[in-house]
């Protein structure tokens, strides 16, 4: 979708109908990515926020991070996975880190069939992933977002089953800048952590969870 960034400053009305175009059309080919950046979308104008920092914590691929920076002034990705294929942009920042809720040694799981389900989690995971897949385990020292003393509009939070380990590691960062949250998974106790400083619910299913902060509402 090029122009994107031109035309979130110019018609609101006519971006949502690029979104929606490209909404359905991913809806015939099953493409899930674009659903969520539909909604995504749709809340950043809803609730008036800038398209300033966009954090992608489980980046995984190029393929969604080329969208985000075509909107967004500036995108910082985290991703572990040596595997994965991210193509340089002027305002992406990469950092090959894997983000928890502190700061240790951990084995990390590349899965070397579907490289997206790679994971820190092997155990919660295993629930969800089909027997068969090739794995492969590298050492990795994690970090929290908090470290980073970054200034987010958006965080988009899917790493395979470690998303409450690292919203608890990036719990400072959201409750001074207020982010829109996007969580693929989300327990009630993280989803009562979130309520407690001010988040409500958007919308939220089996594995789509996005939040927003009272203030914005």
Not at 115 to 124: G, V
């Amino acid at each position: 979708m090029p122009h994107l960034k031109q035309k979130r400053n110019e018609n609101y009305t006519e971006l949502l109908f690029i979104m929606m175009f490209d909404y359905f059309r991913s809806a015939r080919k099953k493409q899930r990515a674009s659903h969520l950046r539909y909604f995504l979308m749709h809340m950043m104008y809803k609730y008036g926020f800038k398209f300033s920092t966009y954090l992608d914590v489980g980046a995984c691929n190029s393929i969604e991070l080329d969208q985000y920076c075509d909107l967004f002034d500036n995108v910082v990705a985290f991703e572990p996975n040596p595997k994965a294929i991210i193509i340089p942009r002027d305002n992406l920042i990469l950092h090959q880190k894997a983000l928890s809720d502190r700061e240790e040694v951990r084995d990390f799981h590349i899965d070397m069939t579907i490289p997206h389900y790679s994971t820190l989690n092997r155990q919660k995971m295993d629930k969800y992933i089909p027997e068969g897949h090739d794995w492969k385990i590298m050492q990795v020292t994690t970090a929290k977002l908090d470290d980073y003393e970054l200034r987010p509009s958006c965080i988009k939070i899917d790493t395979e089953g470690e998303d409450d380990a690292v919203v608890r590691g990036a719990y400072s960062t959201i409750t001074k800048w207020k982010p829109i949250l996007y969580l693929e998974f989300m327990s009630q106790e993280t989803e009562q952590s979130l309520i407690d400083i001010g988040y409500t619910v958007e919308y939220s299913s089996w594995i789509d969870n996005f939040l927003i902060h009272e203030d914005y509402i």
